[in-house]
């Protein structure tokens, strides 16, 4: 069971640590507004406490790290075993969006907004290669050639020399023989390649329901009523 908490828990939370206490054991439901206070942030970048598991929701709201809520998730993310940012716009505006959220998850990794750029120019083949996947057929032989030219960057060199990556060009080589559930599977382990594979994974319909019928749009003329003539002219 979860207990809805505001900003007065966390404080009593603050004290009690204070007074040299272990806390304990809560499973807390809070508002962003609820924690977003200086208080609060003193309080885990200063005591750290044990917990197991930090959830954030809508953490497209964490993406500048000059705010408070910000500020207090950074604090909360030293004293977590494990965090979980579940979010459906990463990217709101630019790919520094992106760059804090992953921050946030694995500060050694992603250290800099220009390392990062670095990584993304990287993965651009990864991401041109499922473009091409994603349309079948004789596409699969250019999604082919996008993965070789990881090989050619120090950043993914050592990646394209792996079994795996080995095996996946393997496959692409059925071309238009591969079936759609097979190519489902394969868009997914290329989809881990990624440089922000080990700590991003992206839940799409295709992946879910592999053999789903296809949607094609059409256009469909309906004539108006004479009101509704008047009302668009």
């Known amino acids: 069971n979860f207990e809805i ?48 598991l930090a959830i954030f929701d809508e953490a497209h709201r964490l993406r500048n790290p000059a705010t408070l809520q910000a500020r207090f998730a950074s604090a909360l993310a030293e004293s977590v075993d494990a965090l979980l940012l579940l979010t459906a716009t990463p990217t709101n505006t630019k790919i520094d969006d992106l760059f804090w959220l992953l921050h946030l998850l694995d500060p050694e990794r992603y250290s800099s907004p220009q390392l990062f750029a670095e990584q993304m120019l990287a993965n651009k083949p990864i991401v041109r290669a499922l473009a091409r996947m994603r349309r079948g057929g004789n596409h699969l032989q250019a999604a082919h050639e996008e993965l070789s030219a990881l090989s050619l960057n120090p950043l993914t060199e050592d990646l394209a020399s792996e079994a795996v990556f080995v095996e996946i060009l393997r496959r692409l080589d059925k071309g238009p023989e591969i079936s759609r559930r097979e190519l489902v599977a394969l868009q997914r382990e290329v989809s881990e390649l990624s440089l922000t594979g080990s700590v991003v994974t992206r839940t799409r319909k295709v992946d879910v329901f592999p053999d789903r019928q296809p949607r094609r749009a059409q256009v469909v003329k309906i004539p108006l009523t004479e009101v509704e003539a008047h009302v668009y002219q």
């Open 5 to 52: 908490v505001s900003g007065r828990e966390i404080a009593a939370l603050g004290a009690s640590l204070n007074r040299g206490r272990e806390p304990e054991p809560f499973r807390w439901i809070v508002s962003y507004e609820a924690v977003r206070t200086r208080a609060n942030i003193e309080i885990f970048e200063e005591y750290k406490p044990p917990i197991d």
